[in-house]
């Protein structure tokens, strides 16, 4: 069965650089997942912060960057402000045209 | 601006049923593949359900198949999910999704389905 993993937590300071990772469990992450990062603060829906592997979604900092590194999606926040605390999840489209999502990672700023 | 707003859900007993909607506007719904995706409390985001821009082509998690049906109505930009045989498991905030294209780009706000006797 295929999982796709994700960092449970990170900590990072206000100012600093996080890289946040999503992968398989067996094999590699590439733009025919069309990865995308999506952030969720308790009790609110969802938002799409990057998809498409790297293009930002309308509104959304440029201090949040996407890219491959290696065989895993990345999720960069450089430049960590508070309101930036959050769960990221990171979503992989697979062949038979579902979603796949990652566990998710709780950042922390501090 | 796109628009996507869930009803239907509430409370309902086990091996009940429930019908979810979610109204689109803001685009071009009938062009648009649209997603279910739920989150039970205090866990991830979990796909449930697809169907294709002209209704043709659905695709189920396993753990839903056979007891949930996506359907849509281009013609009223709505998506639908009807959920049959309801277990506890089932209790969770459900989220309609879509694109463009094959990526996840907009959310509704969920509605919340709580499956207990």
């Known amino acids: 069965q295929t999982v796709v993993t994700q960092e449970p937590s990170f900590s990072v300071s206000p100012g600093g650089t996080v890289t946040l990772t999503c992968g398989f469990n067996?094999?590699?992450?590439?733009?025919?997942?069309?990865p995308t990062w999506c952030q969720q603060t308790p009790g609110q829906a969802p938002r799409t912060l990057v998809y498409?592997?790297?293009s930002r979604s309308s509104g959304v900092p440029d201090r949040f960057s996407g890219s491959i590194l290696g065989n895993k999606a990345a999720l960069t926040i450089t430049g960590a402000q508070a309101d930036d605390e959050s769960h990221y999840y990171c979503?992989?489209?697979?062949?038979?045209?579902?979603?796949?999502f990652g566990g998710g990672t709780k950042v922390t700023v501090l | 601006e796109v628009q996507l707003v869930e009803s239907g859900g509430g409370l309902v007993q086990p091996g009940g049923s429930l019908r979810l909607s979610c109204a689109a506007s803001?685009?071009?719904?009938?062009?648009?593949?649209m997603h279910w995706v739920r989150q039970a409390p205090g866990k991830g985001l979990v796909w449930v359900s697809r169907?294709?821009?002209?209704?043709?082509?659905?695709t189920y998690a396993d753990s839903v198949k056979g007891r949930f049906t996506i359907s849509r109505d281009n013609a009223r930009n709505t998506l639908n999910l009807q959920m049959n045989s309801l277990r506890a498991e089932d209790t969770a905030v459900y989220y309609c999704?879509?694109?463009?294209?094959?990526?996840?780009?907009?959310w509704g706000q969920g509605t919340q389905v709580t499956v207990s006797s």
């Open positions: 999704a879509c694109g463009p294209g094959l990526a996840p780009r907009y």
């Open positions: 169907i294709n821009s002209d209704g043709s082509i659905t």
């Open positions: 979503v992989l489209f697979m062949p038979g045209g579902f979603w796949l």
């Open positions: 498409n592997t790297n």
């Open positions: 803001g685009f071009s719904f009938s062009s648009y593949w």
């Open positions: 067996s094999g590699s992450v590439s733009t025919s997942n069309f």
